[in-house]
């Protein structure tokens, strides 16, 4: 078998995703996502000018070679372009393979080590009434673990809260920025947000009760000695995890926040190699990997690095917004259905015109995610729909402070 053609789709129903498709010379296609949230172009032509002359003529059953070939024959390795345009080759080259073989690709992974995958949703409000509303809806779909996010006083705007979508009724801000030339500002105040979050939880726990795994995400906004103040004021709450509490391009931040709490730990969202864990992972300094298949180079890459954090009793918790498209999510969770150290999988539902240009196999039900048994990853792209959905150029927002200082987000 041969790979004949590559094309590059690019779509934008509710947001932008960049998809690979692979046909080979006996019909078979499979699916790649390539989406890099805000710079969604440089990827799609990564693949157009530098990889699809490339797969043309290979064999696509050879999956690991032409991950290696790809990475090693740039010269120029890692990074966010390369990497989500080496992920989406990997994950319609796996695509293909189960569909030649007739199996859902979790088959071709070692098979299931579990029933379902265990998610958690987004809940989020601009207050804490709005917060408690949107718990509960979250409850009532069957989600049983809970990220939380607020407004906090003193912040104009904060990221992660769905503040645009909940003044117009929709779910989630399906594109944080809002389309447009510029990226959004927005404010942020480190010591207002500090002291606020323990007050949420806290009224969080009396409301739901001790139960419930409670998630929070710190978006990388903290130097390591707010990261560990945070993690130790949260401890009375019992957080399943804090996440990207601050940032890790310095891996040894990690041994300070460590140091000085016990709230297990989750990073790696914009991670895209296993070189970004190493130091994490053999130092035990986090208790969840949250690599996503896209921006990590596919599965093979995630799985490798899943049996590494195996040894140290390191699970998954691998990053699922809705800028991963269900081609990355579907990869996922095959693997996260086939590894043992699987943790959980964030899950926020993509909208209703995502999913009529990629129809899928996936079912979410009680609070628990399944590839679905078709052969492949058991995603396909409504070509026509994708069409009717063209790019726009959009920006994640960022942060300044009040004088004005470019901040993390
Ligand atoms: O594109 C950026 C988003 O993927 C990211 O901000 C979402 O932090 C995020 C999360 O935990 O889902
Ligand atoms: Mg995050």
Redesign the pocket.
């Known amino acids: 078998m041969k790979i004949i053609a590559a094309d590059v789709i690019v779509t934008s129903p509710s947001r932008n995703f960049v998809t690979l498709k692979i046909t080979t010379d006996e019909g078979v296609t499979g699916l790649g996502d390539a989406t890099l949230n805000g710079r969604e172009l440089a990827v799609a032509a990564y693949l157009t000018e530098h990889v699809v002359p490339l797969l043309i003529e290979r064999d696509p059953h050879r999956i690991e070679d032409t991950w290696q070939f790809l990475y090693r024959s740039a010269y120029w390795r890692r990074g966010p372009v390369t990497m989500a345009a080496i992920a989406a080759v990997d994950m319609a080259l796996w695509d293909i393979k189960g569909k030649v073989a007739g199996m859902p690709v979790y088959q071709l992974l070692g098979g299931a080590s579990r029933t379902a995958l265990q998610t958690y949703g987004h809940a989020s409000g601009r207050d804490i009434p709005e917060l408690f509303d949107s718990i509960r809806q979250h409850l009532e779909e069957g989600y049983k673990s809970i990220r939380v996010q607020t407004s906090v006083p003193g912040i104009k705007a904060l990221y992660g809260v769905a503040a645009q979508a909940q003044a117009t009724g929709e779910r989630y801000d399906y594109e944080p920025a809002g389309r447009g030339p510029q990226p959004a500002e927005e404010d942020w105040d480190t010591r207002a947000y500090l002291r606020h979050v323990p007050t949420v939880f806290e009224a969080v726990r009396n409301e739901f009760g001790p139960e419930i795994p409670l998630l929070h995400?710190g978006?990388h906004r903290m130097t390591p000695i707010q990261a560990a103040k945070l993690g130790k004021s949260l401890e009375p709450y019992d957080l399943f995890w804090l996440?990207?509490c601050t940032p890790a391009e310095n891996q040894d931040a990690f041994r300070l926040v460590r140091q000085h709490t016990t709230t297990p730990l989750a990073v790696g969202?914009v991670f895209n190699t296993v070189f970004d864990f190493q130091t994490l992972i053999r130092e035990q300094l986090i208790d969840y990997v949250?690599a996503a298949s896209t921006h990590f180079g596919g599965i093979s890459p995630l799985k490798k690095v899943m049996d590494y954090a195996a040894q140290y009793q390191i699970k998954s918790g691998f990053?699922g917004?809705t800028d991963v498209s269900p081609v990355g999510l579907a990869a996922q969770t095959h693997l996260g259905l086939a590894i043992h150290n699987f943790g959980i999988q964030e899950y926020m539902e993509h909208s209703e015109a995502t999913n009529t240009v990629f129809e899928q196999s996936m079912t979410f039900a009680d609070g628990f995610l399944h590839p679905g048994d078709k052969p492949g990853l058991g995603i396909e792209l409504n070509e026509e729909a994708a069409a009717s959905f063209p790019y726009q150029q959009a920006y994640l927002p960022y942060n300044r402070l009040a004088d004005g200082t470019v901040h993390d987000w």
Do not use: F
């Open positions: 995400d978006h996440e990207d969202e949250r990053h917004p």
